[in-house]
Nanobody, 124 residues
């Protein structure tokens, strides 16, 4: 089992940047693919980015490609989401999630463990 805690959210102007962090507990962090999802008010949770357990492969939603970068540090049990060129439509609660099957899935049902989320608000 793994517990996840996100940080780094906040209020930023359009065009600005934020770096989200997700701290994982437990010694088995390196066994999980990790992902970021987001949920805006009144909308379903949607996939943002994912990274395989070794960091060898990543995937992004089309809406964030070229602007967001996912990375991980298995020695520190951390996963990050660098967000650049932020837009008002990026406003949402961002959550990290862990997948023990290392599939780079884009569905919420493929992830077994979730953090509580961190709010990102992009002002126009």
């Amino acid at each position: 089992q793994v517990q996840l805690v996100e940080s780094g959210g906040g209020l930023v102007q359009a065009g600005g940047s934020l770096r989200l962090s997700c701290a994982a507990s437990g010694r088995t962090f390196s066994r999980y693919a990790m992902a970021w999802f987001r949920q805006a008010p009144g909308k379903e949770r949607e996939f943002v980015a994912a990274i395989k357990r070794t960091g060898s492969d990543v995937d992004y939603a089309d809406s964030v490609k070229g602007r967001f970068t996912i990375s991980r540090d298995n020695a520190l049990n951390m996963v990050y989401l660098q967000m650049n060129s932020l837009k008002p439509e990026d406003t949402a609660v961002y959550s990290c999630a862990a997948d023990p099957y290392d599939t780079l899935g884009v569905s919420v049902f493929e992830y077994d463990y979730w953090g509580q989320g961190t709010q990102v608000t992009v002002a126009s």
